[in-house]
């Protein structure tokens, strides 16, 4: 497969991408405080000191819009390898190898 044609599914494919659990997405101010222990090295344990617990907010997301974003860019990235592989192998073909 030629450089153009894969660029060019690669340039169709591109959106503008957000996280679905970016501030921006958000429509609500509602969130959910969960309780995080934060650990600076794995070796705080030896060295006595304690992780600090700190408090984050999450916003609420539509977990089926995160699956599908997922999916997306994982089919996305498997044709995107697939290409490559094509090319590779058509290079190989084309040094006599």
Known sequence: MKKS???QIQ??????THHPMSHEN???SSGTNIPVTLIRS??????????????IKIE???INE??????????QQLRIQRLE???NYEKMLARGL
Do not use: L
């Open 5 to 7: 044609s894969m660029s």
């Open 11 to 16: 340039s169709k494919e591109k959106e503008p």
């Open 26 to 28: 958000s429509n609500s």
């Open 42 to 55: 794995r070796h705080d344990h030896v060295k006595g000191n304690k992780p600090s617990v700190r408090e």
């Open 60 to 62: 609420s997301y539509d």
């Open 66 to 75: 995160c699956a599908e974003a997922f999916i997306k860019r994982f089919k």
């Open 85 to 87: 592989s094509i090319e």
